[in-house]
């Protein structure tokens, strides 16, 4: 496979030069300074590209061209706002980019309780807590009902909690779920943001009636209306699976299995429209066989995100080695290896190493951390060979 990296513009703390030097061959990345629903015009596309280039890497994906609410939810802008992504894919299409990563998930992107979670070697790691996930929906966001869709063992749980949890980890659930994990990659809500509980009340509230079939719906549509652009241009679609992938906060999440892999491939059968196998938000979910999910959808497969995770009893997750856990990345590689060679592959959420901190490095980004996951899959990729 095609090894790539996700870099965040020249902004970012890591250079490309620095990626050159460890293997890297593709970049991953998007023009995040450009507003959601705005035209990407093609100068700047261009522009970013040569840039990319220059330092003897290609821009191998775009991740990613995000799809605004309003088209996920059937808003009033709708249109308008399809029409510009249509522009936009266009002109990605015309500067030799043909791969594109986007998600369907309403309001927030991944969702995780820990962003420093300690490991016995000293590291840190992603982590989601589902009791103090529970905690956070019902007695800091205090969403109507948000207490029924929980067993009464998650209750107990959460009640226990509250006797013992302080104002600064409440501050931080909420920095963690709503703002450290979304602002960085065109998210709703940004840092510094005054009120990010009320903000986010408001977002979750246009999502008021809109379930798992009309949001299916709504991305059949959008699906429908893209896909001539992007036969025209040879543009691969590819759907990013939800993260976690089971239903939360009371919004409907449509790609979280099997059964919804199937439904989105067929609901618009072409075969731009494909999906982004992201082998660490499938495994997230103990309903899914992840070998087996890649070996059904292998020709739908046009971007692959390589991590692990290990699922606990209680439904809590933690983000895993990339050669352990419930991921199977060393069956994914040989699967996908030997399907096509020139996949392109991205190491996602490495570990934060030592040397890492302090470096400002977005959430899931280290630079050490990714670049120890890069070098067990590239061992596992010659083994395979």
């Known amino acids: 496979m095609k090894k790539t990296w ?20 593709g970049i991953v990345t998007a023009l995040h300074e450009i507003p959601n629903g705005e035209v990407w015009p093609l100068d700047r596309i261009n522009e970013l590209k040569g840039y990319i280039e220059a330092a003897g890497l290609e821009w191998s994906v775009v991740e990613s061209l995000p799809v605004c609410e309003a088209i996920k939810y059937g808003g009033a802008e709708r249109e308008r706002l399809i029409d510009n992504y249509i522009v936009s894919l266009a002109n990605v299409g015309k500067a030799g980019v043909t791969t594109v990563c986007y998600n369907f998930m309403p309001v927030i992107d991944w969702i995780r309780t820990d962003i420093d979670y300690k490991l016995a070697d000293g590291s840190s790691t992603l982590f989601f807590d589902k009791t103090r996930f529970a905690y956070f929906d019902c007695y800091i966001l205090k969403r109507k009902d948000a207490e029924k869709e929980y067993s009464a063992e998650e209750r107990m749980r959460m009640a226990d909690l509250d006797k013992t949890i302080t104002k600064e980890e409440k501050e931080g659930l909420i920095d963690t779920i709503i703002v450290k994990t979304q602002g960085f990659i065109n998210g709703n809500i940004k840092e510094g943001e005054a009120n990010p509980i009320a903000l986010f009340k408001n977002l979750l509230a246009l999502y008021d009636g809109i379930d798992r079939h009309a949001l299916r719906e709504n991305l059949r549509y959008f699906l429908s209306r893209i896909m001539p652009v992007c036969n025209e241009y040879g543009i691969k679609m590819c759907i990013h699976p939800d993260d976690p992938p089971f239903q939360m906060l009371g919004l409907p999440r449509i790609v979280t299995s099997e059964e919804d892999i199937d439904w989105l491939l067929n609901a618009v059968d072409d075969p731009h429209n494909g999906l982004t196998f992201c082998a660490g938000s499938l495994s997230s979910g103990a309903h899914n066989n992840v070998p087996q999910l890649a070996a059904r959808f292998l020709k739908r497969i046009h971007f692959v995100h390589l991590r692990s995770t290990e699922v606990l009893p209680d439904g809590s997750f933690i983000e895993a080695d990339h050669l352990e856990g419930r991921g199977k990345l060393t069956e994914l590689v040989a699967l996908f290896e030997k399907a096509d060679p020139s996949l392109p592959m991205r190491v996602d959420h490495g570990r934060l190493m030592a040397a890492d901190r302090e470096k400002g490095y977005n959430p899931g980004y280290s630079f050490l951390g990714r670049k120890y996951a890069l070098a067990q899959i590239s061992e596992v990729m010659t083994a395979v060979h």
């Open 6 to 25: 996700r870099w965040f513009g020249r902004n970012d703390n890591i250079s490309l030069s620095m990626l050159k030097e460890i293997g890297v061959e």
